[in-house]
């Protein structure tokens, strides 16, 4: 729970990425590399939250899941997890700024 892994359905290879203690990861959003041919050329962006109340966007290249980050980004302030976005009425005038 909270650690990203992928599994390779054809071998049965389990791949954690890399994390550290006291911390939990939402859900990866992959993004394609320009000229993607594969389902492994992507960036996946991670938000992590520790239990020490900070948020972090990780950046990890999608052909090397094991391997750390190639960006860790700190955040000002701390972005709870939610299910796929954001909701917000739509009568109430609140916006996302």
Same mark, same amino acid.
């Given at each position: 729970m909270g650690q990203p892994v992928t599994l390779d359905t054809e071998t049965g290879s389990v791949t954690t990425l890399w994390h550290r203690s006291g911390e939990h990861a939402g859900e990866p959003i992959p993004v394609p590399k320009?000229?993607?041919?594969? @389902?492994? @050329?992507?960036? =996946? =962006?991670? =938000?992590?939250l520790s239990l020490d109340g900070r948020t972090e966007l990780r950046i990890f @290249?999608?052909?090397? =899941?094991g391997a750390p980050p190639v960006a860790r980004v700190p955040l000002p302030h701390v972005i709870p997890f939610d299910f796929h976005g954001n909701w917000l009425p739509a009568d109430t005038g609140t916006t996302l700024s």
């Open positions: 320009p000229g993607a041919t594969a @389902d492994t @050329d992507v960036w =996946l =962006l991670i =938000l992590v @290249d999608g052909n090397e =899941l």
